[in-house]
């Protein structure tokens, strides 16, 4: 497997309660309550990061940014779908629990993850995969939920990149302090589908860079709803996300919630 998808894994990136000795106390009801990882919990408001109007689709029409050839930003695209997508993403996590992936440097990423979809993206001491089977349960990937397909096929479509049929969803959970170091995406066999990524939560910082590693990376603010996609002459751009600022988004809480769309073969 490729060794380029290079997470974020220093032990200085290890969630405060990693070693898995608290309890989740997710309160009933909240619309992320489901999105929690098991041994943490949310720290409550902090009262930074995105207004609340951001999960209004009725504030702001969406538009796009280009960033680069065959990248673009979709801002605000997924909003109106936004508490379906979050309370779909409850319903997989349910059936497969976020988890802290080992890298094959034997690092626990910092980034909470689990798939949907035929296929899911894994990550442990043999390499980069992506595995139609959640080695936790032993069981298939749960099911895409069918809006998360909608949504991503529109969101493709829109960026120019029709007929996008992605296989696998990896479900992203950032708390405060969580990163994603630059790497590429390049585990799927099918390099000519973009990559979808859908924003929900609260805001992070994109990194995104060119082809080569040392490219400098430009940062541009994701919010709640925004959705990027990147194919063609971007298809193999490094990119990333800085450290998540604490805060509180009505959608999720605590937390940042992405989905990133792949045709993995
Ligand atoms: O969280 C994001 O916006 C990016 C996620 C990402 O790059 C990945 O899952 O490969
Ligand atoms: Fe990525």
Not at 49 to 65: I, K, M, Q, T, V
């Amino acid at each position: 497997m490729s060794p380029v998808r290079t997470p974020s894994a220093t032990p200085r990136d290890a969630p405060p309660s990693a070693d898995g000795t608290a309890a989740g106390r997710p309160e009933p009801g909240h619309p992320a309550s489901g999105l929690r990882e098991s041994g943490h919990e949310d720290s409550g408001h902090h009262g930074s990061g995105s207004g609340h109007l951001f999960g209004d689709p009725e504030h702001e029409a969406p538009w796009d940014e280009v960033i680069a050839p065959g990248a673009v930003l979709l801002r605000r695209h997924a909003c109106a779908q936004a508490d379906v997508l979050v309370a779909a993403a409850r319903v997989v996590v349910a059936a497969a629990p976020l988890r802290h992936l080992v890298t094959p440097g034997g690092q626990t990423m910092s980034v909470a993850m689990t798939n949907c979809g035929e296929w899911g993206w894994v990550s442990d001491r043999r390499g980069y995969r992506y595995d139609p089977v959640d080695p936790a349960s032993g069981r298939p990937w749960p099911p895409m939920p069918g809006i998360f397909l909608d949504v991503a096929r529109g969101a493709a479509l829109r960026a120019g990149y029709p007929d996008f049929a992605p296989q696998a969803c990896l479900m992203n959970l950032y708390r405060p302090g969580t990163r994603l170091t630059l790497h590429q995406d390049r585990d799927e066999l099918d390099l000519a589908a973009p990559i979808v990524s859908i924003s929900l939560g609260l805001p992070a910082i994109f990194l995104f860079g060119g082809l080569q590693r040392s490219d400098r990376a430009r940062r541009f603010p994701l919010q709640h709803g925004d959705v990027a996609v990147w194919g063609g002459p971007s298809r193999l751009a490094f990119h990333g996300i800085a450290p998540l600022a604490a805060g509180h988004h009505p959608a999720t809480g605590a937390v940042r919630l992405n989905l990133t769309f792949r045709k993995t073969r």
